[in-house]
């Protein structure tokens, strides 16, 4: 009863927030609503107990995507939108409720008794030197997917490089941040980001046992960066520097080599030696961290703006 | 014992919903944007520290326990510096309306 | 106790989600602000009430992240309007000129 109240107000207030965001015609108005957005989907992953995805929801919703669009808003003109025609909005319409509908039924009628391998990851996890079984299926049963998952995020990196003006190119992202009138602003940044460092690294080391893991810690880290840049305390590297780059794909290297030295020493692409499971997946974990993080911050920088060479 | 660190623990969670009604009914009600600030930050203080505080001796081990009193620490300081940025650009020379 | 610490944690995020009436009437952005920064406050309130309350040390950790960022959206919002601002005044004293 008590529960049902809490997922009750949690599904309408999800619903009304993403229904007003939709709505709403201010673009600032409109990412606010989003971030609102963000915090209650939070609320509501950790109520159907799925803690990996809450806290993933928690980093990625309250210290990335809310400055992106942001800074997306910032780039973008003023434009006055013409009404769609009507007989277009409900074909819209109609096709988003025919979505809804299939994702409703594979939700609503599944089949009887569910195909789950679940029980299967839990006698085999030992294997692999974890204790959180969706950190053993992320690293181990399902590698090929983790791997092409972190390549995706330097992919999405490279789209947004792609839209830097020639004279640009190599240059430092982002356009520069008016640093006078944000009091506050570098204290703050000063105490919280030695904080957020132990907690992002934290939540990498306790991601093997429990909710948590590279992803999560890696945004943690991102968005510490990230605070540096908006505070005025760094400014983003020049996208030229080969020793940033070598950062940025150490991740996705690191995951290939292990993933083809197990081809020879345990008879598979992505396959670990049992002996060697827990250090490899741990050294694949801290080269992913330190890349992902570094991307994600990159990404929230955006394009270069500033030519090479030119301070400001 | 146990009677009174309970009855402790539900008098400092009411006191802290307490504060969080009265942060969003200033919201609400309050006539202009200082005004709304100064009641939303007595909900970011006092709200979830109290919440925090009646929490204490329930967390069960002392790890959890230092880690509620963390994040109440970061609130604070989250809240602070907020309603330092919100305040400048509330001020009628400020760039936010 | 693990019934109260659910009705207390029902109890705040029901009044936080009134005060959401604030972004959506507004009027003005940083009411709006305000509002998602009381929204933040309140949902780490609600997850450490469930945490305690279930026992689950993994939502005091999503209670750690949240309030870690707790401070992000509003910090962001502010400097992009004053960026905004300062474009637009960039603007006004160049009409019609292209940017050097």
Redesign the interface.
């Known amino acids: 009863m008590?529960?049902l109240?809490?997922d009750l107000?949690?599904t309408a207030?999800v619903i009304g927030?993403a229904l007003?965001t939709i709505r709403t015609r201010d673009d600032?108005?409109a990412?606010?609503?989003f971030?609102?957005y963000g915090?209650?989907l939070?609320?509501a992953w950790?109520?159907l107990a799925a803690?990996?995805v809450?806290?993933t929801e928690?980093?990625i919703g309250?210290?990335v995507t809310?400055?992106i669009l942001?800074?997306a808003?910032?780039r973008l003109k003023p434009v006055t939108t013409a009404r769609t025609p009507i007989g277009v909005r409900v074909l819209v319409g109609l096709l988003c409720a025919v979505i809804s509908a299939g994702l409703a039924a594979v939700v609503l009628l599944p089949v009887s008794p569910p195909p789950s391998l679940a029980a299967d990851v839990r006698s085999h996890l030992a294997s692999t030197g974890l204790g959180n079984p969706i950190a053993g299926v992320l690293m181990a049963y399902r590698a090929l997917d983790t791997f092409l998952e972190t390549v995706v995020v330097l992919l999405a990196l490279f789209g947004a490089w792609s839209l830097t003006p020639d004279r640009a190119w190599g240059g430092r992202p982002g356009?520069p941040?008016?640093t006078a009138?944000?009091?506050?602003?570098p204290l703050?940044g000063r105490?919280?980001i030695p904080?957020?460092v132990v907690?992002g690294i934290y939540?990498v080391w306790?991601g093997a046992d429990?909710?948590?893991g590279k992803f999560?810690g890696a945004t943690?880290l991102a968005?510490m960066w990230i605070?540096a840049m908006?505070?005025g305390l760094t400014e983003a590297p020049p996208i030229g520097r080969w020793r940033l780059r070598l950062l940025l794909a150490a991740g996705p290297i690191v995951f290939v080599a292990v993933g083809v030295a197990g081809i020879p020493l345990a008879g598979s692409f992505l396959a670990y030696p049992e002996a060697l499971a827990k250090p490899l997946i741990l050294l694949i974990e801290v080269a992913l961290t330190l890349s992902i993080a570094a991307t994600l911050g990159l990404l929230v920088a955006g394009p270069p703006e500033t030519a090479p060479g030119t301070e400001l | 014992m146990t009677t009174i660190v309970t009855l402790f623990s539900a008098v400092a969670i009411c006191a802290g919903i307490i504060f969080f009604l009265a942060g969003t009914v200033g919201l609400l009600r309050f006539p202009d944007s200082l005004t709304r600030l100064h009641a939303l930050t007595k909900a970011d203080n006092l709200g979830l520290g109290l919440i925090i505080l009646g929490l204490l001796p329930l967390s069960g081990s002392f790890s959890t326990a230092l880690k509620l009193v963390?994040i109440w620490a970061?609130v604070q300081?989250?809240g602070?510096?907020a309603a330092?940025?919100i305040a400048?650009l509330a001020r009628p020379s400020g760039r936010g309306k | 106790m693990v019934?109260t610490l659910?009705?207390s944690?029902?109890i705040v995020?029901?009044i936080v989600?009134v005060g959401?009436v604030r972004?959506?009437r507004?009027p003005s952005?940083i009411d709006?602000?305000m509002?998602?920064q009381l929204?933040?406050s309140g949902?780490v309130a609600?997850?450490v009430l469930?945490a305690v309350g279930s026992g689950?040390?993994?939502?005091v950790?999503?209670a750690?992240?949240?309030a870690?960022?707790?401070?992000?959206?509003s910090?962001?919002?502010?400097?992009?309007l004053?960026?905004?601002a300062?474009?637009a005044a960039k603007a006004d004293r160049a009409p019609g000129k292209p940017e050097s």
Do not use: C, H, N
Not at chain 1, 181 to 185: D, H, R, T
């Open positions: 008590l529960d109240a809490l107000l949690i207030l927030v007003w600032f108005a990412i606010v609503g971030v609102a915090l209650l939070t609320l950790a109520r803690y990996d809450a806290l928690a980093a309250g210290g809310g400055v942001l800074r808003s910032v356009a941040i008016p009138s944000f009091g506050p602003l703050f105490l919280l904080i957020g907690i939540i306790v429990a909710p948590g999560q943690i968005a605070l908006m505070a | 963390l970061l300081l989250a602070a510096t330092q940025l400048r | 019934d659910t009705v944690a029902v995020l029901a989600a959401l972004v959506l507004g952005r709006r602000m509002a998602v929204l933040g949902g609600v997850l469930l689950t040390e993994a939502l950790d999503a750690l992240t949240l870690l960022l707790a401070a992000f959206a910090i962001a919002l502010a400097t992009t004053v960026q905004k300062d474009l």
